[in-house]
C-alpha cells in the first residue's frame, strides 16, 4: 500500500499542516476506494466527511503519526525519530522524495549509522532504555563510559564519503570478538566520548568519525610496534641465555674429566724415584704421562671446536638482524660474547698446564740423570 499511497499524494493537490496530511480534490476511484478501505481499517482517516462514491472528489485527511508507522515518513527528522534503532523493509521519505535505497544518499549515511550504533550495543557491558532513548554502558578495566544513542537527521546528512568508509571500518573491528584491535578501539572510545556532553557523545563521534578512525589506528599502530620491540627483546634475551647455557656447559659438563688432570700430576710426581732417576718406573711415568696429556688435549680440542661452533652460530645469528639494533634491544649478546671468551681462556689455561707440567717433570728427569754422570 506504501507505493499506492505515494502515488496518491503525489499526483493530486496536498499539504502538511500540524501533524495532518491533506489530500484536496481526490478523484475517487476503485484503486482509491482500496485505499480509503486500507486508511479506515488502521485508524490513518481523521475526518469523515467523504463520500466512497466513485467519480466523485473527495478530501482526506491521513494521521502522520499512523503514516510513520506504515513507513511514509514526511522528514527525515521524522523518519530518524521514530527509526533510530531499527528501520522498515521499505519507506518513504516526502521531504526528499525517495523510497529506501542503498544509492540515496542519506539511506546509505542512515544505515552505516544503524550499523554502526549496533556495534556499539555489541561492545557494550550493558544497554538499556530510558524513555525512547537506547543507552549503552562501555566499560574496561579501569573506568565505564555512558553513551546515550541518539542523533538526528542533520547529523547523519553531516556525515561525508569519507566518513561513511570510516564508521564501516569502526563497525567491523567493535563487531569482531576475537580481535585485539577491538579492545584498543574501545579505550579509544571511552577516552573520545568523554570530551562531550552526555547527549552529545553519539552525534560527535558519528560526525568525527574520520578523526576518531585515524587516532584509533595510530593506537594500535604503536601498541603493535611496542608489542614488537617487547617480543623481539624477549627472543633475543631468551637466545642469549640459551647459548650462554651452551657455552658455560662446555666446561661444566665435563668437570669430571678435568679433575682427572691434577690427580694424574699428583700421582706422577709422587711416584717419581729423585735418588735413582735412572729406575724404569721413572721413565714410565714420564710416558704415561705425556700419553694421559694426549688424550686429554683430543677432548680439549673437542671443547674448543664446540666453543668455535657455538661462537659462529652466534656470529650468524646476530647478523640476521641490524647490529644496532639488537644493542640497542638486548644486552645479553654481549655478556654471552664475554662468557665465550671467557671459556677459551680457561680452556687455554688447561691446555697450557697440561703440558707445562708433563715438560717439567720430563725437564727434572733430564737434568738428575745428567747431574749422576
Known amino acids: 500500500m506504501l507505493t499506492e499511497l505515494v502515488h496518491m499524494v503525489t499526483n493530486n493537490d496536498h499539504k502538511i499542516f500540524k501533524g495532518t496530511l491533506f489530500c484536496n480534490n481526490l ?43 506504515f513507513g511514509f515518513y514526511e522528514s527525515r527528522e521524522a523518519f530518524i525519530t521514530k527509526s533510530k ?20 544518499p542519506f539511506v546509505a ?15 557494550a557491558k550493558h544497554t538499556f532504555t530510558d524513555v525512547d532513548i537506547d543507552i ?3 566499560v574496561n578495566d579501569k573506568k565505564s563510559s555512558i553513551i546515550p544513542l541518539t542523533y538526528s537527521a542533520d547529523d547523519v546528512e553531516a556525515i561525508t564519503v569519507e566518513e561513511i568508509e570510516k564508521i564501516d571500518l569502526l563497525t567491523v ?16 572510545l571511552m577516552d573520545f566520548v568523554t570530551a562531550f556532553k552526555e547527549d552529545t ?11 576518531f578512525y585515524e587516532k584509533c589506528i595510530g593506537a594500535y599502530q604503536y601498541y603493535l610496534r611496542d608489542f614488537s620491540f617487547n617480543k623481539l627483546k624477549l627472543e633475543l634475551d631468551t637466545k642469549a641465555l640459551e647459548f650462554m647455557q651452551k657455552i658455560q656447559g662446555v666446561i661444566n659438563d665435563s668437570q669430571t674429566k678435568l679433575i682427572a688432570i691434577p690427580t694424574a700430576f699428583v700421582l706422577a710426581f709422587s711416584t ?13 711415568a714420564i710416558v704415561s704421562l705425556f700419553l694421559f696429556s694426549y688424550l686429554i688435549q683430543i677432548f680439549i680440542n673437542n671443547q674448543k671446536s664446540t666453543l668455535k661452533f657455538l ?25 654471552a660474547e664475554d662468557e665465550l671468551n671467557n671459556q677459551n681462556d680457561r680452556i687455554a689455561s688447561i691446555e697450557v698446564l697440561l703440558w707445562v707440567v708433563p715438560i717439567i717433570l720430563l725437564a727434572m728427569w733430564v737434568t738428575l740423570r745428567i747431574n749422576q754422570k
Open 201 to 211: 557523545r553519539f552525534s560527535s563521534l558519528i560526525r568525527g568519525a574520520a578523526g
Open 311 to 335: 661462537g659462529e652460530n652466534i656470529k650468524s645469528f646476530l647478523e640476521t638482524f641490524d647490529n644496532n639494533e639488537v644493542e640497542r634491544i638486548s644486552n645479553k649478546f654481549s655478556i
Open 173 to 188: 573491528t567493535f563487531s569482531d570478538i576475537n580481535s585485539e584491535k577491538r579492545l584498543l578501539f574501545v579505550n579509544e
Open 27 to 69: 478523484l475517487v476511484t476503485a484503486e482509491l476506494l482500496d485505499l480509503i478501505e486500507f486508511f479506515e481499517d488502521n485508524n490513518i482517516l481523521e475526518n469523515t466527511d467523504y463520500e466512497k462514491k466513485i467519480g466523485t472528489k473527495i478530501t482526506l485527511e491521513l494521521s502522520l503519526a499512523r503514516l510513520n508507522s
Open 109 to 123: 549515511k542512515y544505515n552505516a549509522v544503524l550499523r554502526f550504533l549496533n556495534s556499539i550495543k555489541q561492545i
Open 272 to 284: 717419581f724415584d729423585y735418588d735413582n732417576p735412572r729406575v724404569a718406573k721413572n721413565l714410565v
Open 136 to 138: 549503552s554502558i562501555v
Open 85 to 104: 534503532y531499527d528501520s522498515k523493509a521499505n519507506f518513504y521519505l516526502y521531504d526528499i522524495g525517495v523510497f529506501n535505497s542503498g544509492d540515496v
